[in-house]
């Protein structure tokens, strides 16, 4: 621990930052096994998720904006980002499944302004949940044989 602090102590003068949370950030970072294993994911959702809501934060209108708020970001679809995120696949699969979606969500988003396309629309949003549930089954099979 005094190996981290001495740095640590220059850091906050310097800067002005409590030296509690640098410290705890330090310790935390030093006892986890493989921090940068999380790191990929952490400023993902800082740049996605984090900045989205920050931005949210000027559209308070009602007493429950924050409860509904949380409700939604921490809901369903965190829970299946997070269960999915456990395993990974090879990286040249997820580059050609990352390819693969985003032509169909962008074949989605044309589909859903035309109403003649509306049987494109239903096919691709049944691909979409059909690539989702694979995601799902494969991440449960994988972490089931480990």
């Given at each position: ?11 906050t003068a310097r800067s002005g930052i409590p030296s509690n949370s640098i410290t705890v ?45 949380a409700l939604r970001t921490i809901g369903l679809s965190a829970f299946v980002e997070f ?16 390819l693969v979606l985003i032509l169909v969500f962008g074949m989605l988003a044309v589909a ?35």
């Amino acid at each position: 621990m005094a190996v981290v602090a001495q740095p640590i102590a220059s850091i906050t003068a310097r800067s002005g930052i409590p030296s509690n949370s640098i410290t705890v950030a330090a310790v935390c970072l030093a006892s986890c096994n493989r921090p940068l294993r999380i790191l990929k994911d952490t400023i993902i959702w800082g740049l996605l998720t984090g900045f989205a809501l920050l931005f949210k934060a000027t559209d308070v209108k009602s007493v429950g904006f924050f409860r509904d708020t949380a409700l939604r970001t921490i809901g369903l679809s965190a829970f299946v980002e997070f269960f999915i995120n456990i395993e990974s696949f090879h990286l040249v699969l997820e580059l050609i499944l990352q390819l693969v979606l985003i032509l169909v969500f962008g074949m989605l988003a044309v589909a859903s302004n035309d109403e003649d396309q509306r049987h494109l629309k239903r096919l691709l949003e049944g691909f979409v949940t059909l690539v989702g549930a694979i995601l799902i089954v494969t991440t449960a099979w994988k972490l089931g044989q480990s």
